[in-house]
């Protein structure tokens, strides 16, 4: 629509074209008034203020708005604006648009404290304004499109407020009204403003994607009109695509990506009757397999805004999936019109039931916001209606924030700023402590509790649901990982180079970098978390700084004795930074696996341990672990006792550890309803050696019915 191009002239021809009748010299008068009223003003980008007005009468044209709306609509701001007074207007216009402008003059005047008050103030009044009459409130949307269609001039902080309100009430509330187009071109607009790459980035996707199918859809298109021919059934199809706002709420919503929207293109069929809407989809279903759960029967249950239609989706010729739209003419005009449809100047003394549908959902709405305790609260109210997907939660300082229904405090910390998120320690929920996975309702204010020291964790993703917060935290993990492999390889790097008499500072020579290119690395570090990952070893990485290649044995000899840990040696490398696990407690005689975990070192398993299995998915990463001779340290075991339960047996039992100098340093036992007792020991012992023998013992004592470790 090229705005620019609208004259008084333009405009009168338009109301002639659905309304001959029309007195459009009204419309002049207007024009000249509000065109006198406006005269010394300028719009932002320095076309005459006029323009404006002009504008905003065009679109209500194009809604088909009768004579006094489009005159309230070249009026609307000469009362705020210029020195015009409603008695002024009165009396050249008369009580009917003196009524409208005012009405419209009266939302815009009052002045709020807080940003959400003035939100759902406005919207209350507007509200109010409308029950008596919605031409108001039409009016209202046609000065608001025009406004977002040139917001362009504005400076960026006005150009967001104003796009923000457009996309929490104006939206919303066209939805609610039915009319259809017009809340898909604020969403859009306002989306464009608000997430410009995003936007973009959609924008392009959509093209790319309907390049793609656009034949084939034209095809199935095709292949339908014939069957309907064949049929003798009226039917017209068309192309449709999904809003761009409309496919990323959809990918918020279901956290998928683009690729995965499959309904981004679909066909819609007009027909005439109800009836052959349900007999097109059945010809649909029979040449096409439907897709379980896709089907929605718009027409027996209509949203709550009156659309009626039927929706289905197919596995289309090519193994596609295509979304099919199933509507007649009248269903068609209110999908699109709403509540406009009936305000049309040709039908004007129709007002119908749908009409007064529209008026008592208002008249509820206003009633019941009587009721309620402030205005945050009326607007969470409306808005819960509207919008039951979402969750409309406060920051501390007002703001509201929009959120899919689920979401933690974490989702709405990570909202705010990403450092907001790895900070979160806690969250109070209307001045409550609640815990992180609290689930956030309606109106809640939440305020974020955060410690500069502290970091993400894993649990965190098994709650979140937005994907803004899983990828924040995934990405923290990971860069968490990779910074404690590059230090465990550097580590193994280091014992492997003074194993072999090498200066540290081959670590920073040419030659290493050389060495990570060998592996196919893009730097050093990478070859060093490769290391830490236990994909490669250090000696492999070391071997190549060797004069010549010492057989293994020689290079064990002439290993220095360092400060040692426990006992443990990993293939010829020593000072290994280990733990032993707490599955299986391996001790000194049992055959071991060393398990490189990332980012925490070598974790220590007897190599009979059940879990190894599950855990050795990447055999990369099994590291062979020996115990070294002569150690003198003790290790921990766990025994595992079943026994008959009578008095004295744990006592017994201790008592005969004792005695062959085993410490126990953990006992737990419970007794089951079949009088057996079971009793978990870990015991401090020196090896497997010693270990046998003592189990021996104890399953040679009375009552004993099982030792196992
Ligand atoms: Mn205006």
Redesign the pocket.
Known sequence: MAEEEVTIDSLTTKVRSYSPEADVELLRKAYIFSREAHCSQKRIEGTPYIN??LS?ADILADMEMDVATIAAGLL??TI?DTGTTAKDIKEIFGEEIAFLVESLTKLSKIEFKTKEEAQAENFRKMLLAMSEDIRVILIKFA?RL??MRTLQFLPENKRRRIATETLEIYAPLANRLGIGWLKIEFEDLSFKILMPELYDELVRKVAKRTEEQEGYLKEVGATIEEKLREEGLHGRVSGRVKHYYGIYQKMQRQRITFDQVNDVLGLRIITDTNANCYTIMGIIHSLWTPIPGRFKDYIAMPKSNMYQSLHTSVIGPKGERVEFQIRTEEMHKIAEEGIASHWRYKEKDSVGDRDSRYISWLRELIQSQKELRDAREFLEEVKGEVIPEVVYVFTPTGEIKELPVGSTPVDFAYSIHTQVGHKCVGAKVNGRIVPLRYQMRNGDTVEIITSPTHGPSRDWLKFVVTQRAKNRIKQWIKSEETKQSIELGLKLLEVEIRRHHLKPSILKTPEMQAVAKEFSMQSFDDLLVSVGYGKVSPHQVINRFLPEKMPEEAVHREARPGKEQKGISIKGIDHILYHTAKCCFPIPGDALVGFVTRGRGVTIHRRDCPNLEQLAIDDARIVGVDWKPGNETTSTARLVVDAVDRPGVIADLSALISSVNVNISHIEANTTQDKKAHINFNLEVKDKMQLAGLMQKIAQTEGIVRVKR
């Open positions: 404006h007005p905003v609307h701001d705020e000065d025009h406004n």
